[in-house]
Each structure stands twice: as C-alpha cells, then as structure tokens.
C-alpha cells in the first residue's frame, strides 16, 4: 500500500541495540491528515493528499483555511500528496489521521527531506575536484577549476560554454532521498521514530518517511528472511 508520514528533524542521540551503542536520528513523525483524496476521473490521476503541522490561522491563507476545514481539521503547515492505486485509495478516507503505529512492522524506510544549503561553494567542495599542485608556479589558485576553453564549443549552439560542465555555483538546498534507512525503534506515544542513517536536512527541518521502494539486495534478503 502506498503510504507516507510527514515528520520534522528533531535531533540525533544514540540508543543500545543489542548492547551496541548505535546513533539515531529522532524524527517527530505527525500525526498526519487526509485532507484530499484525488482520483482519476476528477484529477487525472490518484492519489492521496496528507496535512500536518499546526498553524495559526493568521499566518495560512483563506483559502488552505477552507480546504483543511473539509478535512475537519484545522489548518496545517504542510501537505504533500503520495500516489496509490486505485485500489489502495479505497483504504483512505478525507479526515482520517496516519500516524507512526502505520510504520511497524517496516524494517526500513526512504526519507525525503531538503538538504543544508551550503551557499556559493568551489569546485573543490562542490564537486570534489582534487584541485592543482600547491607548489612553485601555481600561483595561490590551486583551488581553481582550471582551464573550461575545451568545452567553450557546444556543436551547433554557437560559442557558449556546454550545458552541464561543472563549475563553482550554488550548494545545497535541494530535495534529497535517502534510501533503506533502518528503522531502529518507533515510539507510538510520543510519535517518534528512530532511525539509523543520513537523514537530509538539519534540525527542525520538514522530512517526509514512506517504506523503502526499493531495498539494496543485503537488506532484501533481511526483509524475506523477517516474513
């Protein structure tokens, strides 16, 4: 069943599994709304709309306002939509609450978040060039990506520089997925889970978990062996 939580970064700390000391990071993970359903004859497409979040009503617009009042909820920070087939939309219903009691039983989960930004960043720690030679003759630039005049021709477009030659620009602050992160303990009361691995983003910072989609083969083999 296609399924997702919205959650925020709360912080790492570290938890024993099988008295090995092990690194989490916490995540408060909703819990979350069905604010809208979409379906194939009305949207062209289905899936399910989810909300989480509290917000002031002064600070959200009229409009989302209305739109999480069908809901039955009051107005929400956040929404993200998941796709689910039409048969898996049967299970969700406008006003139903998900929670973290959804995710037991997963073994591993994807996490989605907007990595830090790093602002304008060298080649050096944008792309991990090994820069040139420190030594006589180079002048203090051997932190420059060196000479881009053999990609100054792209066939047909004239004189510009090629499209995708990678130079010093912007770092971060981009949508990234982490993949079959394992899921270490989930705390139904509290609505956290416990996971072990890179989580994008920092502190506070909106995450969105669904079960893995796809399993490296090592942990695939853990998930048939748990069956």
């Known amino acids: 069943m296609g399924f997702s939580l919205l959650g925020k970064k709360i912080g790492m700390t570290r938890v024993y599994v099988d008295a090995v000391s092990t690194p989490v990071t916490v995540i408060e993970a909703g819990p979350c709304v069905v604010t809208q359903l979409r379906t194939a004859e009305k949207d062209g497409y289905t899936a399910v709309q989810i909300g989480f979040g509290e917000v002031a009503p002064k ?9 999480d009042f ?4 009051s107005p929400k920070r956040h929404h993200r939509e998941f796709r689910v087939t039409a048969d898996e939309l049967k299970n969700y ?3 139903q609450t998900l929670t973290v009691k959804d995710l ?3 073994l591993f989960v994807d996490v989605i978040g907007t990595s830090k930004g790093k602002g304008f960043a060298g080649v050096m720690k944008r792309h991990h060039f090994k820069g040139m030679f420190a030594s006589h003759g180079t002048e ?3 932190r420059s990506p060196g000479s881009i005049g053999g990609l100054c021709s792209n066939r047909g477009f004239g004189g510009g520089l090629k499209k995708g030659k990678r130079m010093a620009g912007h770092m971060g602050a981009e ?3 982490t993949r079959s992160l394992d899921v270490v303990k989930i705390d139904a009361d509290r609505n ?5 691995g890179t989580v ?8 969105e978990i669904r079960p893995s989609v796809r399993l490296y083969k090592g942990k695939a083999k853990k998930v048939a062996a748990a069956k």
């Open 104 to 106: 037991e039983g997963k």
């Open 175 to 177: 949508r990234v997925t």
């Open 192 to 196: 956290l889970v416990l996971i072990k």
């Open 59 to 67: 600070n959200s617009t009229i409009p989302l306002i209305a739109h």
């Open 70 to 73: 069908k809901a039955g909820t």
């Open 93 to 95: 219903t406008v006003g």
């Open 200 to 207: 994008p983003g920092g502190k506070n910072g909106m995450v």
């Open 140 to 142: 203090r630039k051997h």
